[in-house]
């Protein structure tokens, strides 16, 4: 194991896990996993099958808490705070199989996405005092503004979700996450189901996010050559147990990786 | 996991639908077999023309249009009682049903919008009623407290506020309760938390009945039973004066009022904030709360709500009864308001009204005042009211069989019903804390 499980828990890191480990009956999913992800950088997290890659994401989100060790976003610990409120504090998702309001508008979603940062409780939404209103235009036009940024076509801005192509419900999910203002992004597998091509596009569009809006992404992948093309350092799980980091081109000769993705040579 | 978790907006048919539906759909295929052949082509013709005119009318008509109808239809309903008696069955029957659209916008609110299955309502109802005698009679005979009310109550002993502080109080007593019943089922997925407000509601109801062993000091009790309590004071508005039982019109133009009310806040918070963060924790509750959406208090909102609603309607009732008696609160209430959102289309304020309208109608006037000598005159020795339960179920069968997404589907669900929408919960196993 690398020296992240004795480093210092680093102020000028965005997300950092220490020691965690999640355990479901005696299953192990996580094991004693600490990694650190630096402000504005892109990881990718990587592994097989049932690495435990998505329950480390969910754990980050605060959808489950870890049955031992700790999670710092910035320099607070967020270890026990509900998903909504890490939310507010900055950070966003997407899911590996898209998990949108399919029976809403693709604004709506987006709209969603903003709720932490909206005001309005039952007796504004009830009365509608000039504040409530502006917030309600302003949060429209900016739903608006990241569908386009996204890159959907402004005639399905109105489209229910589960009318949308699975393309255009790849480019909402993220545009619901950016929704939030968040400062890291976590993508689970966001070129699941893409051609090399459209992959290609969604790479560049992550360097957009960082060099444009400040962002820190982490991203479940399988695709090697996104991994390759956009993470400047690589966390590799293994049966819930992290085998290996580093830069991309290291982690890619690791014998341990390549054993771990092809079997072990005899 | 999904399928259960959503059971309720699919409502499944109950056993036997299956072989009415063959019945049905048989009957419909002997009656096409009789049409001559060309008549399915000359109805879709004529449909077709129907959609376009209607289309063609709401292009033309303008924007404000629909706040026009808003407006006429306002008025006509405020003008409705004036053409029939002051104790017309109608009249009574049509302000019976109109307290019931303001439950079923309330239940709606919390098994409609934030997609929490609630089989306890009735508890509501109960809370509300038992203000009016509470706040509104002489039962709690040791107090002297008198606000706002006419001259007749406020030389009688007991607690008599105004009209309207009891529905406030009711209001706030509701929402506490709602808040109350909506802890324990936090962390329950749809079909437990069916099961804990039911129990919820039968809790009331006994504690309803049982209240003459409540002993509040001085010989006052919490509840009369089943004896009832009577002689509530009628709803006073200083400088109009006190409601007279007999006299139906004013009690409708009350009931109108708190109505107008209940579906401005419902129509509001549905175009809300507040209202789309139910319909996403309806949808997939992991998605949203992932977005910000706090569960807990979205959740709980929605119960304090809906039961605030009921506990209006429940005030109103309970005034315009007369008596307030612990047999009202029955478990086949909650169902009954329930079968108006389901008929109506869960999730949609228009199907809620609908529905409710529709249910109340045929329990309060169809099958007692029209229909219920049918059987009598058939030689038939029994009321149509000993089967009204019956007359229910089977409609309750049919709706779900011919449209199932109700008669006045919200769009969404129209679309979850038909699109199969599932959210996928197989990636969690444990439930978002």
Redesign the interface.
Known sequence: MTSASNMPLTATAAIQTDHVTKE?GGLIAVDDVSFVVAQRSIVSLIGPNGAGK?TLF?ML?????PTAGRIVFGDRDITHT????I??MGV??T???I??????SAL?NV???R????R???F?????PPR?RRE?REVRARGRELLAYVGLRQRSFDS?A?ELSYGDQRRVEIA?ALA?DPALLLLDEPTAGMNAQESAALTDFMRRLRSERGLTILLIEHDMKVVMDVSERVTVLDHGVKIAEGPAADVRSNPRVIEAYLGKQD | MSEVRRSHARVPAPEGAGELGAQLREWSDALRRRLPPWWSRALAVVAAQLREWSDALRRRLPPWWSRALAVVVIVVGILLPLFFSQTSDFLNATLIALAYVVMALGLNVVVGFAGLLDLGYVAFYAFGAYCVAWFGSDFFFKAHVHVLVSGVASHEIGIHLNFVLILVCAALICAVAGILIGLPTLRLRSDYIAIVTLAFGEIIGVLAVNGTSVHLGGGMTLTAGNLGISALDPPYFPGLGSLNTLKLRAWYWLILAILLLVL??NL??RG??????W??LR??E??????????VRTKL?AYA?GATFGGMSGVFLGAYYTVIDADYFAFSFSIFVLSMIIVGGLGSIWGAVLGALLLSYINYYLIPDVLNSIPRDLGLNFDLTQLSFGIFGFLLVLVMILRPQGLFPE???Q??LT?A?A??DA????P??
């Not at chain 1, 989100?61 to 808490?65: A, D, H």
């Not at chain 2, 992991?286 to 569960?295: F, K, L, N």
């Not at chain 2, 990636?427 to 444990?430: A, D, N, P």
């Open positions: 479901f998505t969910n989100t605060g959808l489950y808490k509900r998903p909504d409120r939310t507010a966003a998702r899911f590996q199989n998990r949108l309001f399919r029976a809403m709506e709209m969603i996405g709720h932490s940062r909206m309005a409780g039952v504004g939404s009830v009365f509608r409530v309600e229910l589960a619901r939030s | 401005f806040v509001r918070l809300s904030r507040l209202g789309r963060a319909i996403a949808e997939d992991v998605a949203a709360v992932s977005m910000g959406i706090p569960a909102l709500i769009r969404r669900r679309l979850e699109a929408i959210p996928q990636e969690l196993s444990e978002p804390a």
